[in-house]
């Protein structure tokens, strides 16, 4: 089973930036649609953001649209989520999740879509 493994998470003060990564192993992401989900205290998990096996098509939810921005580096089996213009709403468990698919502009933001999940990284936002 695909492994994944985040990293990144910290405090950050409101407005800045962090940068998590998502690196797997056991399996190459070549045919790994990447999600990235949150769950803050009390909170659902919810869908943050999505890139495809081919790296062509993202999804976002809107509360991160133009903020967030998901990259894939298949050659070093790694995706990366890059947070900026940080908000205290924004404060919450990350993690990443696989898909395997053979469609590689798949993408999704439920969680039931996916069945590799990280342990997770906490991304605090406050002053």
């Known amino acids: 089973q695909l492994q994944l493994v985040e990293s990144g998470g910290g405090l950050v003060q409101p407005g800045g930036s962090l940068r998590l990564s998502c690196a797997a192993s056991?399996?190459?992401?070549?045919?790994?649609?990447i999600g990235w989900f949150r769950q803050a205290p009390g909170k659902e998990r919810e869908g943050v953001s999505c890139?495809?096996?081919?790296?062509?098509?993202?999804y976002y939810a809107d509360s991160v649209k133009g903020r967030f921005t998901i990259s894939r580096d298949n050659a070093k089996n790694t995706v990366y989520l890059q947070m900026n213009s940080l908000k205290p709403e924004d404060t919450a468990v990350y993690y990443c999740?696989?898909?395997?698919?053979?469609?590689?502009?798949?993408?999704?933001?439920?969680?039931?879509?996916?069945?590799?999940w990280g342990q997770g990284t906490q991304v605090t936002v406050s002053s």
């Open positions: 999740a696989g898909r395997r698919t053979y469609r590689s502009t798949y993408t999704s933001l439920e969680r039931t879509d996916f069945g590799s």
């Open positions: 890139i495809s096996s081919n790296g062509g098509r993202t």
């Open positions: 056991r399996f190459t992401l070549d045919y790994y649609a």
